[in-house]
């Protein structure tokens, strides 16, 4: 099984994602983290993708094929599926990916697109009080000093300073959204509003997918 966590920054994907990964004893991957680890490991792409990312922009379509695709792949074939998050951004990607899945055997009826949706004065507000573990790439609120799964010393992202966040909404508005439409055309979508607990906002999305599971069979 395949599940999509899309919605714009901020919206909690990377939370749920990882919530249910463990739910579904499936692997997490986050694109987000998977392009700050390359960053780090300072590979000859390392540099360029750093460009984009401090800037707040999306990295190309084609770069993520090269880069992203194969990894999802890799986990799909060794796994039996994926969590992902962050992927796909774009209605370029999101075709990519339904090939990729259709080579690997995986119908409509084993993906399942949770989308987040939140209202803009809050995604605003969380990005900006947002911190990150650079260790094992935990997103945390308003919180301690220290990661509470690693105990390593939290940071804020380079790119949740606020001029960066108003624009990375701002393209997540004009290209993402298409990617609702996409979905949800193709009876995949379960939207999810991205307000209240974690783990009330994850029982939604554990019910919902039950819901489809039902719908199908
Ligand atoms: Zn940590």
């Known amino acids: 099984m395949v599940f999509l966590l ?4 901020g919206a909690g994907k990377g939370t749920q994602g990882r919530i249910l990964s463990e739910k579904m004893h499936l692997p997490y991957l986050s694109s987000g983290d998977f392009l700050r680890e390359l960053v780090v490991k300072n590979v ?3 540099r360029q993708v750093k460009l984009y990312m401090d800037k707040g922009e999306l990295i190309p379509d084609s770069l993520m094929k090269e880069l992203f695709l194969p990894e999802i792949k890799k986990l799909i074939v060794t796994q039996g599926g994926v969590v992902l998050d962050g992927y796909p951004r774009t209605l370029e990607q999101a075709k990519e990916l339904e090939s990729l899945l259709l080579s690997l055997s995986l119908s409509n009826r084993n ?22 573990c650079p260790s094992c790439m935990r997103v945390f609120q308003n919180h301690d000093n220290f990661c509470s799964f690693c105990s390593t010393r939290l940071a804020k992202r380079s790119d949740d300073t606020m001029q960066v966040i108003e624009g990375r909404l701002r393209k997540y508005e004009l290209k993402t959204r298409s990617l609702h439409e996409y979905f949800s055309n193709r009876g995949l979508l379960l939207t999810i509003p991205g307000e209240g607990s974690i783990q009330d906002i994850a029982s939604i999305i554990e019910q919902a997918i039950k819901e489809k599971k039902l719908d199908i069979n």
Do not use: M
């Not at 899309?6 to 920054?9: A, E, F, K, L």
């Not at 399942?112 to 939140?118: A, G, K, M, P, S």
């Open 44 to 46: 000859p792409i390392s």
């Open 111 to 132: 993906i399942y697109v949770i989308e987040l949706t939140l209202q803009k004065n809050e995604l605003c507000k969380r990005l900006k009080e947002r911190v990150f």
């Open 6 to 9: 899309i919605g714009p920054p």
